[in-house]
Nanobody, 115 residues
Framework: QVQLVESGGGLVQPGGSLRLSCAAS????????MGWYCQAPGKQRELVAA???????NYADSVKGRFTISRDNAKNTVYLQMNSLKPEDTAVYYC?????????WGQGTQVTVSS
């Protein structure tokens, strides 16, 4: 069993930055692919960014050039650096870890971009 705990959300003005963190329990974190998803009110949850166990990354077109996903296997933590935030980035952000048929979700952290 893997537990994921997100932190770092909050209220930020347009153009601002936030860094989300997702801390994972367990010693096998390094073999899991990790991702950040967002869900805005009335919308489906969608992938924002993902990173493989080997460090390869991919991003949704809407965040390319603004968001950066990274991982620190020594700290069992994955990060999402969010720059140049826009009001449309407002959503609950969830961390997900997966390997094969096993997948785990965090509880989510709210990000609100508003002046």
């Amino acid at each position: 069993q893997v537990q994921l705990v997100e932190s770092g959300g909050g209220l930020v003005q347009p153009g601002g930055s936030l860094r989300l963190s997702c801390a994972a329990s367990g010693s096998i974190f390094s073999i899991y692919a990790m991702g950040w998803y967002c869900q805005a009110p009335g919308k489906q949850r969608e992938l924002v960014a993902a990173i493989t166990s080997g460090g390869s990354t991919n991003y949704a077109d809407s965040v390319k050039g603004r968001f950066t996903i990274s991982r620190d296997n020594a700290k069992n933590t994955v990060y999402l650096q969010m720059n140049s935030l826009k009001p449309e980035d407002t959503a609950v952000y969830y961390c997900r870890g997966w390997r094969g048929s096993n997948a785990y979700w965090g509880q989510g952290t709210q990000v609100t971009v508003s002046s």
